[in-house]
């Protein structure tokens, strides 16, 4: 609807809770707020709209800026003079989100259509000069109706029809006496209910107004009131009208109104009159924004109102008692505008602890947050005693606290305030309470009246101390207590006497914090660093006890249905049975959180819900799995102090240091919506980058791109991721990888951006995947391909021109050398023929000397031949004178 200012000063009493009576209260559910506000980074403190897109985001429209959530932070959108692609006007009235998944802000300055891709606007604005322009400035609503065509709701008493095809916009006068149209509503036939100052009119779909309902004070069943603040069909297709006057339902049938106003007195009537706004949850139930009354949640089956004001001391209460705007999101949590406070989460899927502190207007009056212990007086209700408080009796089904102090006036209260432990004597009917220095009383509460026992100097039959710490009861009805610094004692309920029993007599320490009887009908006592002592009561002496057991500090000890005994403590805990003398270890490997464990409860499905100063564990035997609960599950602390309670009815109570925690915890589960997981930020040297920007890559928004080229030289990139939880955001969980560069999924925890540089050229998928806050996964996630393009010289274009010159080259110088050569080949040729021919006309001159050379050696062998033939006659000669000669001599000689 419309932007819900205080008209009129309206008074209301600080007591307004006041009118509930003890009964009614304890009956209303427990509605837990998350706040948000300008602390957080929302732009301003007045919510006028609230709106979730098809991503998963909230949209926040203020009077100062539209807002964009997360879950983690706020990103605020503002109107900026001059620039004509800003938000039209920073009141952000009416939000619509159309069939397309174009968001629409309706604004005291026009409409505007918000860009996505381009991250910008796109803005419509009175224009007088013409007609088929927006009619005026203010909206109040915005419809969109079967054709996809769009209803506005103005200030100046007109409803324009807008046409999303030719962009123009046709006016409708709703009437000339209203100047305000506050709100518009289909009904289910598809007739447009509207809301003004002088009641509601009805058009048809032809355009004609059928009815107008006002406000008859003759007529009962006439509206409630002319001044009409919201209209909201229900999931029934009920017509429900908020005014100035109440609340009123319209019957379809006796075409009349059934109105519920305020009636004081009755606290199931409605806060305040006063109604700005309206919704429904996802059970059904109406809820209501009043002006200065709070938030009423409407519970039509039994017809009353729930209230639900701001408590300055209850950070989870709703933030402020104007309430602007109501939006019901896609996982059933609801989101409540205020007028001054930002904004209010209730979380549908919340773990369903509720809580009950002191100084909680709207619970019962604790007397004490710090609580030491928890008992059940079966069948009429729970004793509680904290530490400085006294002792209270709890009726969570009347909603009734009664508290029961000491007063040093009266000797028949309780001995002192400080309760360290509770027992119910279900055999005597009374309450036994244990103190720190006030010893101990046994209060009877059919009298009102508490009889105490103190430590008598000398006395042995007088109680040990007066500084107790715990007290057990077992199955034959003996009370057993447990002191600091003074042993234990053992109550004679015959004789009103104790027994008592220290170091003295065997007890391995003198600080006893927690005492069991087992089967055998031994006692066990715990202490503080000494481990456990084991007491016979029957012979009234110590006992060894094994020597496996292994904790120091034995803070709780209990026996199960099978006669097992349970020590819890540090470090962990472990399990003993008296039987088979079998000792078991926990809490080394089981990821139970490294701290003590106080005390403990099992329920039926073998699960210990360990109280510890960490948190709330709840340890499954069989399967070995520790999940721990703190402060972001929705407990008011994570520190647990005293006894708690599993209770006959099947809750727990548990006993912390901020109050009574109770659930129950078979409905306590974990949150199985897998969350969605969007990329919604891509960086260029840590600048987001839009489409429509300069040199960027991008075509659409980030969050629906599946690929994107980047050039080499943009080499350093990052990219921011979320998923949607809005239920505890700071409890999801990251991982991501970069296919083709991460070898592994990188943890990133809580961490929502990854940052790469110099990737080399080639072809990447980012994916990114998300748990919740209770480590539900979302395995699919996202993914975006990355094509790193390669630098110019790295292109298969350069690369293949390189090749071709390269190429063309060896071919030139190829064809050359081939030119080259032949044509040195017929050079070559030309001198081989002339040579050739020199050739052959030396060889024919040499043949012919050759010839004549022959010639002129067979002369010259014929003359040889002759020579020699002259040479044998010569020879022949020369021996014939030779022959003569040597007669000669011979004869001369003789």
Same mark, same amino acid.
């Given at each position: 609807?419309?932007?819900?200012?205080?008209?009129?000063?309206?008074?209301?009493?600080? !007591?307004?809770?006041?009118?509930?009576?003890?009964?009614?209260?304890?009956?209303?559910?427990? &509605?837990?707020?998350?706040?948000?506000?300008?602390?957080?980074?929302?732009?301003?403190?007045?919510?006028?709209?609230?709106?979730?897109?098809?991503?998963?985001?909230?949209?926040?429209?203020?009077?100062?800026?539209?807002?964009?959530?997360?879950?983690?932070?706020?990103?605020?959108?503002?109107?900026?003079?001059?620039?004509?692609?800003?938000?039209?006007?920073?009141?952000?009235?009416?939000?619509?989100? *159309?069939?397309?998944?174009?968001?629409?802000?309706?604004?005291?300055?026009?409409?505007?259509? @918000?860009?996505?891709?381009?991250?910008?606007?796109?803005?419509?604005?009175?224009?007088?000069?013409?007609?088929?322009?927006?009619?005026?400035?203010? +909206?109040?609503?915005?419809?969109?109706?079967?054709?996809?065509?769009?209803?506005?709701?103005?200030?100046?008493?007109?409803?324009?029809?807008?046409?999303?095809?030719?962009?123009?916009?046709?006016?409708?006068?709703?009437?000339?006496?209203?100047?305000?149209?506050?709100?518009?509503?289909?009904?289910?036939?598809?007739?447009? #209910?509207? $809301?003004?100052?002088?009641?509601?009119?009805?058009?048809?779909?032809?355009?004609?107004?059928?009815?107008?309902?006002?406000? *008859?004070?003759?007529?009962?069943?006439?509206?409630?009131?002319?001044?009409?603040?919201?209209?909201?069909?229900?999931?029934?297709?009920? !017509?429900?009208?908020?005014?100035?006057?109440?609340?009123?339902?319209?019957?379809? *049938?006796?075409?009349?109104?059934?109105?519920?106003?305020?009636?004081?007195?009755?606290?199931?009537?409605?806060?305040?009159?006063?109604?700005? =706004?309206?919704?429904?949850?996802?059970?059904?139930?109406?809820?209501?924004?009043?002006?200065?009354?709070?938030?009423?949640?409407?519970?039509? $089956?039994?017809?009353?109102?729930?209230? @639900?004001?701001?408590?300055?001391?209850?950070?989870?209460?709703?933030?402020?008692?104007?309430?602007?705007?109501?939006?019901?999101?896609?996982?059933?949590?609801?989101?409540?505008?205020?007028?001054?406070?930002?904004?209010?989460?209730?979380?549908?899927?919340?773990?369903?602890?509720?809580?009950?502190?002191?100084?909680?207007?709207?619970?019962?009056?604790?007397?004490?947050?710090?609580?030491?212990?928890?008992?059940?007086?079966?069948?009429?209700?729970?004793?509680?005693?904290?530490?400085?408080?006294?002792?209270?009796?709890?009726?969570?089904?009347?909603?009734?606290?009664?508290?029961?102090?000491?007063?040093?006036?009266?000797?028949?209260?309780?001995?002192?305030?400080?309760?360290?432990?509770?027992?119910?004597?279900?055999?005597?009917?009374?309450?036994?309470?244990?103190?720190?220095?006030?010893?101990?009383?046994?209060?009877?509460?059919?009298?009102?009246?508490?009889?105490?026992?103190?430590?008598?100097?000398?006395?042995?039959?007088?109680?040990?101390?007066?500084?107790?710490?715990?007290?057990?009861?077992?199955?034959?009805?003996?009370?057993?207590?447990?002191?600091?610094?003074?042993?234990?004692?053992?109550?004679?309920?015959?004789?009103?006497?104790?027994?008592?029993?220290?170091?003295?007599?065997?007890?391995?320490?003198?600080?006893?914090?927690?005492? =069991?009887?087992?089967?055998?009908?031994?006692?066990?006592?715990?202490? #503080?660093?000494?481990?456990?002592?084991?007491?016979?009561?029957?012979?009234?002496?110590?006992?060894?006890?094994?020597?496996?057991?292994?904790?120091?500090?034995?803070?709780?000890?209990?026996?199960?249905?099978?006669?097992?005994?349970?020590? !819890?403590?540090?470090?962990?805990?472990?399990?003993?049975?008296?039987?088979?003398?079998?000792?078991?270890?926990?809490?080394?490997?089981?990821?139970?959180?490294?701290?003590?464990?106080?005390?403990?409860?099992?329920?039926?499905?073998?699960?210990?819900?360990?109280?510890?100063?960490?948190?709330?564990?709840?340890?499954?035997?069989?399967?070995?799995?520790?999940?721990?609960?703190?402060?972001?599950?929705?407990?008011?602390?994570?520190?647990?102090?005293?006894?708690?309670?599993?209770?006959?009815?099947?809750?727990?109570?548990?006993?912390?240091?901020?109050? +009574?925690?109770?659930?129950?915890?078979?409905?306590?589960?974990?949150?199985? +919506?897998?969350?969605? &997981?969007?990329?919604?930020?891509?960086?260029?040297?840590?600048?987001?980058?839009?489409?429509?920007?300069?040199?960027?890559?991008?075509?659409?928004?980030?969050?629906?791109?599946?690929?994107?080229?980047?050039?080499?030289?943009?080499?350093?990139?990052?990219?921011?991721?979320?998923?949607?939880?809005?239920?505890?955001?700071?409890?999801?969980?990251?991982?991501?990888?970069?296919?083709?560069?991460?070898?592994?999924?990188?943890?990133?925890?809580?961490?929502?951006?990854?940052?790469?540089?110099?990737?080399?050229?080639?072809?990447?998928?980012?994916?990114?995947?998300?748990?919740?806050?209770?480590?539900?996964?979302?395995?699919?996630?996202?993914?975006?391909?990355?094509?790193?393009?390669?630098?110019?010289?790295?292109?298969?274009?350069?690369?293949?021109?390189?090749?071709?010159?390269?190429?063309?080259?060896?071919?030139?110088?190829?064809?050359?050398?081939?030119?080259?050569?032949?044509?040195?080949?017929?050079?070559?040729?030309?001198?081989?023929?002339?040579?050739?021919?020199?050739?052959?006309?030396?060889?024919?001159?040499?043949?012919?000397?050759?010839?004549?050379?022959?010639?002129?050696?067979?002369?010259?062998?014929?003359?040889?031949?002759?020579?020699?033939?002259?040479?044998?006659?010569? !020879?022949?000669?020369?021996?014939?004178?030779?022959?003569?000669?040597?007669?000669?001599?011979?004869?001369?000689?003789?």
């Amino acid at each position: 609807g419309s932007e819900m200012g205080c008209r009129t000063p309206i008074i209301v009493s600080i !007591m307004l809770v006041a009118i509930l009576s003890p009964a009614v209260r304890a009956q209303q559910p427990f &509605v837990p707020f998350r706040n948000y506000s300008s602390f957080h980074g929302l732009s301003h403190d007045k919510v006028l709209s609230i709106i979730q897109d098809r991503q998963g985001f909230m949209w926040f429209g203020t009077v100062e800026g539209l807002n964009r959530f997360d879950g983690y932070t706020f990103t605020s959108y503002y109107h900026k003079n001059g620039d004509t692609t800003s938000l039209c006007d920073n009141t952000a009235i009416a939000m619509l989100e *159309d069939r397309h998944g174009d968001l629409w802000i309706g604004t005291t300055g026009g409409l505007s259509r @918000y860009n996505r891709a381009s991250n910008d606007f796109t803005s419509y604005v009175p224009d007088p000069s013409d007609d088929g322009s927006i009619s005026d400035g203010r +909206i109040n609503q915005i419809l969109e109706d079967e054709h996809g065509n769009f209803w506005l709701a103005f200030s100046n008493g007109y409803v324009d029809h807008f046409n999303r095809t030719s962009g123009r916009f046709q006016h409708f006068l709703v009437d000339e006496n209203s100047l305000d149209v506050t709100s518009l509503e289909f009904d289910r036939k598809g007739d447009l #209910w509207i $809301g003004t100052r002088i009641g509601v009119v009805v058009m048809n779909k032809a355009r004609q107004i059928t009815q107008h309902f006002s406000h *008859d004070p003759a007529d009962a069943g006439s509206l409630s009131h002319n001044y009409v603040n919201d209209l909201f069909l229900d999931r029934n297709g009920v !017509m429900w009208v908020g005014s100035d006057g109440g609340l009123s339902r319209y019957d379809r *049938d006796r075409k009349t109104f059934v109105t519920h106003r305020h009636r004081a007195g009755d606290a199931n009537s409605l806060a305040l009159d006063v109604i700005r =706004c309206l919704g429904q949850d996802h059970t059904g139930r109406i809820w209501v924004g009043t002006e200065n009354g709070g938030l009423d949640i409407f519970d039509t $089956g039994v017809g009353r109102f729930y209230h @639900y004001v701001n408590d300055e001391l209850d950070p989870r209460s709703i933030s402020d008692n104007s309430i602007y705007a109501l939006f019901r999101d896609r996982h059933n949590n609801m989101w409540v505008g205020t007028n001054s406070r930002g904004i209010c989460l209730y979380d549908a899927n919340r773990k369903p602890f509720v809580i009950y502190q002191k100084n909680l207007s709207h619970q019962p009056q604790l007397s004490n947050n710090k609580i030491s212990a928890i008992v059940e007086q079966p069948g009429i209700g729970l004793w509680v005693g904290s530490d400085g408080g006294g002792v209270g009796f709890f009726d969570e089904a009347h909603g009734t606290f009664t508290p029961y102090r000491h007063d040093p006036k009266d000797p028949n209260s309780i001995p002192g305030d400080f309760v360290v432990d509770l027992e119910w004597d279900e055999k005597a009917k009374c309450l036994w309470i244990a103190t720190w220095g006030a010893g101990l009383g046994r209060f009877d509460p059919a009298t009102k009246k508490c009889r105490r026992f103190l430590p008598r100097a000398g006395d042995p039959a007088a109680l040990a101390s007066d500084k107790l710490w715990c007290l057990y009861m077992d199955n034959e009805g003996t009370l057993y207590i447990g002191t600091l610094g003074s042993g234990f004692s053992i109550y004679n309920r015959s004789t009103g006497t104790f027994n008592s029993y220290s170091t003295n007599a065997g007890l391995r320490e003198e600080n006893v914090v927690a005492i =069991c009887r087992d089967v055998n009908g031994l006692l066990w006592l715990g202490s #503080w660093g000494n481990g456990v002592s084991c007491f016979d009561p029957v012979a009234r002496k110590f006992v060894a006890r094994p020597d496996s057991l292994r904790l120091r500090n034995a803070e709780s000890i209990a026996a199960d249905s099978s006669g097992r005994l349970w020590m !819890m403590g540090h470090p962990g805990f472990e399990s003993y049975d008296p039987v088979s003398g079998a000792v078991q270890h926990y809490g080394d490997k089981e990821h139970v959180p490294e701290t003590t464990i106080n005390n403990f409860l099992r329920d039926g499905r073998r699960n210990f819900w360990l109280t510890t100063n960490k948190g709330l564990v709840r340890y499954n035997l069989a399967t070995q799995k520790a999940t721990v609960y703190t402060e972001d599950d929705g407990l008011p602390t994570s520190q647990f102090y005293g006894r708690p309670l599993y209770a006959s009815n099947g809750k727990m109570y548990l006993a912390s240091v901020r109050g +009574i925690i109770a659930f129950d915890p078979d409905s306590l589960k974990d949150n199985a +919506i897998v969350p969605p &997981v969007l990329i919604t930020d891509f960086k260029i040297f840590n600048k987001s980058v839009f489409a429509d920007s300069g040199e960027s890559p991008l075509q659409d928004v980030i969050s629906e791109t599946k690929e994107i080229s980047l050039s080499s030289r943009y080499d350093f990139i990052s990219l921011n991721f979320v998923a949607f939880n809005y239920s505890w955001p700071e409890g999801n969980r990251y991982a991501y990888k970069l296919e083709g560069f991460d070898k592994d999924w990188v943890a990133a925890d809580g961490q929502r951006s990854a940052t790469y540089t110099s990737l080399e050229p080639r072809d990447y998928v980012f994916r990114v995947k998300a748990s919740n806050n209770d480590g539900v996964w979302n395995e699919t996630g996202t993914s975006l391909t990355i094509h790193i393009l390669p630098r110019w010289y790295e292109t298969l274009a350069f690369k293949l021109a390189v090749a071709l010159a390269i190429g063309a080259a060896t071919y030139g110088f190829y064809r050359y050398r081939v030119r080259s050569i032949a044509a040195q080949a017929r050079k070559l040729s030309t001198i081989v023929r002339e040579r050739t021919h020199e050739l052959q006309e030396m060889n024919k001159d040499i043949s012919e000397k050759n010839q004549l050379l022959q010639d002129r050696q067979q002369e010259i062998e014929m003359q040889n031949e002759e020579l020699k033939q002259s040479g044998d006659e010569i !020879m022949a000669q020369r021996d014939i004178v030779y022959a003569q000669n040597q007669k000669l001599e011979e004869a001369s000689t003789t």
